[in-house]
């Protein structure tokens, strides 16, 4: 079992900043990847970013590349996704999941097995 608890959100006005944290515990965080997707009112949810279990290797939605960072902490069971540059349609709540089978899992939300309970971010215009 994984237990992930998420941090961070907020609101924050077009083009700024906020970095979101997720702390990992139950298992050895260094053995599973890590993701970030997020849902907004009425939509699917969807992928955001995602890291290797070696921290070697990420993987960006088309939207957030260039603006988001993802990034892993082995030694605190800590997961980042510093997002810069931010704009009204990130809006929405934003959750981070462990994908213990698959070393590599990417933007594939069925690889992952099991999720935080969300923190909101909300970008004013």
């Known amino acids: 079992q994984v237990q992930l608890v998420e941090s961070g959100g907020g609101l924050v006005q077009a083009g700024g900043s906020l970095r979101l944290s997720c702390a990992a515990s139950?298992?050895?965080?260094?053995?599973?990847?890590m993701g970030w997707f997020c849902q907004a009112p009425g939509k699917e949810r969807e992928f955001v970013a995602a890291?290797?279990?070696?921290?070697?290797?990420?993987y960006y939605a088309d939207s957030v590349k260039g603006r988001f960072t993802i990034s892993r902490d082995n030694a605190k069971n800590t997961v980042y996704l510093q997002m810069n540059g931010l704009k009204p349609e990130d809006t929405a709540v934003y959750y981070c999941?462990?994908?213990?089978?698959?070393?590599?899992?990417?933007?594939?939300?069925?690889?992952?097995?099991?999720w935080g309970q969300g923190t909101q971010v909300t970008v004013s215009s």
């Open positions: 999941a462990a994908a213990v089978r698959y070393p590599s899992p990417g933007g594939n939300k069925y690889k992952y097995d099991y």
């Open positions: 139950g298992r050895t965080f260094s053995s599973y990847a």
């Open positions: 890291i290797s279990w070696t921290g070697d290797r990420t």
